[in-house]
Each structure stands twice: as structure tokens, then as C-alpha cells.
T-cell receptor, first 114, second 111 residues
Framework: DAGVIQSPRHEVTEMGQEVTLRCKPI?????LFWYRQTMMRGLELLIY????????DSGMPEDRFSAKMPNASFSTLKIQPSEPRDSAVYFC????????????FGEGSRLTVL | SQQGEEDPQALSIQEGENATMNCSYK?????LQWYRQNSGRGLVHLIL?????REKHSGRLRVTLDTSKKSSSLLITASRAADTASYFC???????????FGTGTRLTVIP
């Protein structure tokens, strides 16, 4: 199994630009999570999906953030417009059948907004 | 905060020594998990202990859970340089639908 695949691994952009992060979960997993990690705030849950449906987006910081899961094998997290305070590592994780069971994380997308 | 708190924040030991990290949390849980994160990488699941369990082993890892004190410990025996990483506890809280991660312990094992 290839594991959770995220792209890009690194993204450097300028303030105001649109950023799209991508995730392919493990095949057969029915839950997908987007987390953000910063030194100041640690690991924060942004949103999670069950069977492609967004269940809890209360962690999404503001309307500039949006996430979609058009099918079971693909999800995107979009930031538009991006701001320097969005600089962080964004992780995608997936799990099978449970939201509080073992999570499988991707390698993350490190975003730097100048 | 709903996050767990790991203690210590950083730990440096010699190879071959044991490393103990602690996690405290605030509310009732269904389970508690430990994850490892190598620098620049994603988190990797190490072990899960359920609320009705008190101790669990996996290889060189030993996890204990004391629900009365709302705390857990992770013991890594006979540490190796490759164990150098950050370690996070994550709690599955009763009635919640996602995990809450702690702030992490940065472990350095000196060869």
C-alpha cells in the first residue's frame, strides 16, 4: 500500500495567491482528515470527511479556507487568498471505520506564504 | 484546552537508556494513542490503549494508562539513535468524533 499521498510537499507563494493542497487517502479508508501543524498551536484538526461528505468543519479558520472531496480517492484543501499567517505544515490523514482509531498520515505539505 | 499535555517538552538521553514520556488530559476518554513524528515527516501511529486497559506492550514500547489521574506514560526501553523524534499523545474523547493531539515531547537519543 502506498499510504496517504500528499502534494505538493513544499509550496512557497506570495500573499494573496491561491493555494491548493492535494491528498490521496489509503484505498478503502472512509474517513479523511485535514490537520494543520504550527509551532505555536501544535496539531489542529481543520475538517474531516466521512464517505466523501464533510462532517465537521468547525476547525476551518475562516472563509478563506475550503475543502472538497469529490471522490473516495481525492481531496483538496484550498486557501484563497493566502496570508503569511497561513504558513504551516498541512497534513492529510485517513482512517478506516472510526474517527478515533488509528490515523494514517501523509508526509505533509509545507506551506510558506511570503 | 482540549489538547493533552506531554511532559517533558524535550528529553535528551544516551543510547541504550530508557526514555519515559508522560501525557495528561482533562476529560473522559475512549482510548489514548501515541504517535511518533520524525523531523519533516508525517506522524506514525505507535500504539493504542483503551480506557479499560492499564498497560500495553509493543516491542520496546510500554504504555500505561491511569484514568483516575487522567494520565499516560510511554516508555521506550534500550533507546536507539533512530528513536530520535517527537512523540505525541492523542486522545479519543468520550462523545467526540475526532482525536485531540498533545503538544509533543522532543526526544533526542545521543549515540
Amino acid at each position: 500500500d502506498a499510504g496517504v499521498i500528499q502534494s505538493p510537499r513544499h509550496e512557497v507563494t506570495e500573499m494573496g495567491q491561491e493555494v491548493t493542497l492535494r491528498c490521496k487517502p489509503i484505498s478503502g479508508h472512509d474517513y479523511l482528515f485535514w490537520y494543520r501543524q504550527t509551532m505555536m498551536r501544535g496539531l489542529e484538526l481543520l475538517i474531516y470527511f466521512n464517505n466523501n461528505v464533510p462532517i465537521d468543519d468547525s476547525g476551518m479558520p475562516e472563509d478563506r479556507f475550503s475543502a472538497k472531496m469529490p471522490n473516495a480517492s481525492f481531496s483538496t484543501l484550498k486557501i484563497q487568498p493566502s496570508e503569511p499567517r497561513d504558513s504551516a505544515v498541512y497534513f492529510c490523514a485517513s482512517s478506516f471505520k472510526r474517527t478515533t482509531g488509528e490515523l494514517f498520515f501523509g508526509e505533509g505539505s509545507r506551506l510558506t506564504v511570503l | 484546552s482540549q489538547q493533552g499535555e506531554e511532559d517533558p517538552q524535550a528529553l535528551s538521553i544516551q543510547e541504550g537508556e530508557n526514555a519515559t514520556m508522560n501525557c495528561s488530559y482533562k476529560t473522559s476518554i475512549n482510548n489514548l494513542q501515541w504517535y511518533r513524528q520524525n523531523s519533516g515527516r508525517g506522524l506514525v501511529h505507535l500504539i493504542l490503549i483503551r480506557s479499560n486497559e492499564r498497560e500495553k506492550h509493543s516491542g520496546r514500547l510500554r504504555v500505561t494508562l491511569d484514568t483516575s489521574k487522567k494520565s499516560s506514560s510511554l516508555l521506550i526501553t534500550a533507546s536507539r539513535a533512530a528513536d530520535t523524534a517527537s512523540y505525541f499523545c492523542a486522545t479519543g474523547k468520550t462523545g467526540a468524533n475526532n482525536l485531540f493531539f498533545g503538544t509533543g515531547t522532543r526526544l533526542t537519543v545521543i549515540p
